[in-house]
């Protein structure tokens, strides 16, 4: 049974990963979507199965709690599915000083954006085969350190690195990973973040539709790292080449101005 898992799928990147997934693999069986709003995925199997006939299998689930991941597992033990792509999407953000953020806020972007990511991969890896896909949602954020949303971007880079090493593990056996690192793009992200986004990155805001397409393109070319649009290009560039203080007090003025 030829399967793709799909976390965030509720909203924004995860759910146009779904939508797009089906034009990628032509011959899927089930896709299976994991958020915590059950009605938009509900919504959401609706447009698939009309519009594709693949099965959607719903987990409306928070993946920061540990029973996802026991349904998860009961369901891939007793299934058996060749999971071609694992997109790994849900993630928040909060646009916030350290200093004035609680610490449940700090850790649930950790446990959120990084231990459930690793988790969910841990559990799919040994239901993947050759030419297997994993696609995790990373950031611009991680090319460089983020002041104003610094534990956001910390688990951004933590998620560049995690994909970056995985995938050279993972080579052997022609698994291929990509971390997709988009600069500011037009979801409900800001609103959760809980700041709506700035004149800069208002500029450079991308269209969820777009960045997927692009991200599939270059999952399908097997390439590591995924960025679009030639601002995040320059960004990611500059991040490599300038010393760590210019970027440090660059990102401080462009992040924290309305924060403090
Ligand atoms: N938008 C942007 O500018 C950028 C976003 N990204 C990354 O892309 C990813 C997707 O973000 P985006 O689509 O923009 O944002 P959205 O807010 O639109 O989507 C976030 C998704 O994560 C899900 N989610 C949030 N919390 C949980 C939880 N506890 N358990 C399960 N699912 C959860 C949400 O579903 P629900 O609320 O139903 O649980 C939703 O489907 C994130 O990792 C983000 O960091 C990267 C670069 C730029
Ligand atoms: C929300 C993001 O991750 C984006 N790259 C940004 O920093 O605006």
Not at 35 to 50: F, M
Not at 154 to 159: D, E, F, L, R, S
Request: with cysteine; proline share 4%; charged share 25%.
């Amino acid at each position: 049974m030829k399967t793709a898992i799909v976390t965030g799928a509720s909203s924004g990147l995860g759910r146009e990963f779904a939508r797009q997934i089906p034009k990628f693999y032509r011959s899927l069986d089930e896709i299976w979507l994991i958020a915590r709003s059950s009605d938009k995925l509900e919504q959401l199997k609706e447009e698939l199965t009309k519009e594709t006939g693949i099965y959607c299998r719903i987990y409306d689930s928070d993946l920061t709690r540990d029973y996802v991941f026991y349904h998860l597992q009961r369901d891939l033990e007793a299934l058996r599915p060749d999971i071609r792509m694992l997109v790994n999407g849900a993630g928040v953000g909060c646009n916030a000083l350290v200093s004035q953020s609680s610490p449940e806020t700090l850790t649930g972007m950790i446990q959120l954006n990084c231990t459930a990511l690793t988790h969910l991969t841990s559990l799919c890896l040994p239901y993947m085969n050759r030419g297997s896909r994993i696609v995790n949602l990373a950031s611009a954020a991680a090319f460089a350190p983020q002041p104003g949303s610094a534990v956001y971007g910390a688990t951004k880079a933590y998620v560049l690195s995690f994909s970056r090493a995985l995938g050279q593990e993972l080579a052997d056996r022609r698994i291929f990973v990509t971390a997709v690192c988009p600069g500011p793009v037009e979801t409900d992200f800001f609103r959760t973040a809980g700041e709506p986004a700035g004149k800069t990155r208002q500029k450079l805001m991308a269209q969820p539709g777009k960045v997927v397409r692009k991200a599939l393109s270059d999952v399908r070319r097997r390439r590591s790292v995924s960025v679009y649009g030639a601002a995040m290009k320059g960004a990611r560039t500059a991040a490599k080449i300038a010393p760590d203080r210019l970027t440090d007090w660059f990102m401080n003025k462009m992040n924290t101005r309305s924060l403090t």
